[in-house]
């Protein structure tokens, strides 16, 4: 016959009144079952040091930068100032139809209705693809082929036409 202790099959366990499973947790703990909040850790992805404040703007160890926001892209032209944001892609040209941004562009005539194509992909990696456009895309003043993808980086410039340059900032 089993000791009082053990259970039988199907029937619950029933909770001890006082005993060593009570001592595990503190009293507020053990009624409500969950973890606290704060106990994630933040580290520090250069120096892997466990960071006191997790909003902190740079490691208090290694003071290097942390991220604290998702990556963006920004195009710095002369009459005006794009972002992009991870997964979007913006259409670069005069046409209102068919770029959201067409004010930036409809003063230079050289530049297509449906110029080029720019984006951010989840890495953080920009993008530009030349759409076809008659007088071209350029990054640092070499042209791309029609419907090639470039990598764009932080300080390139990136021309549309003969006109219309823009400084790519990625933040």
């Known amino acids: 016959m ?24 503190p009293p507020e703990e053990a009624q409500r079952r969950q973890p606290p909040s ?18 902190a703007a740079q490691c208090d160890n290694c ?21 992009v944001s991870v997964g979007q892609h913006l259409v670069l040209g005069r046409d209102a139809g068919q770029s959201p941004v067409a004010n930036t562009f409809t003063q230079y005539d050289n530049v297509s209705r449906r110029h080029s194509t ?6 953080g990696t920009a993008w530009v693809r030349d759409e076809g456009s008659t ?22 410039q990136l021309r549309l036409a003969a006109d219309v340059t823009g400084t790519v900032q990625l933040t």
């Open 118 to 123: 720019v984006w951010l992909d989840p890495s």
């Open 63 to 83: 003071l290097r930068p942390l991220r604290q926001q998702a990556p963006a892209l920004r195009l710095v032209f002369p009459n005006g100032e794009l972002k």
């Open 2 to 25: 089993p000791s009082p202790g053990h259970q039988h099959g199907g029937r619950p366990p029933t909770p001890p009144p006082y005993g060593r499973e009570a001592t595990l947790l």
């Open 135 to 156: 007088n071209g895309t350029f990054v640092n003043g070499e042209r791309l082929p029609r419907g090639v993808e470039a990598p764009l980086r932080d300080g390139d």
């Open 38 to 55: 704060d106990s994630t850790a933040f580290m520090c992805p250069h120096c892997e040091h466990v960071l006191g404040n997790p909003a």
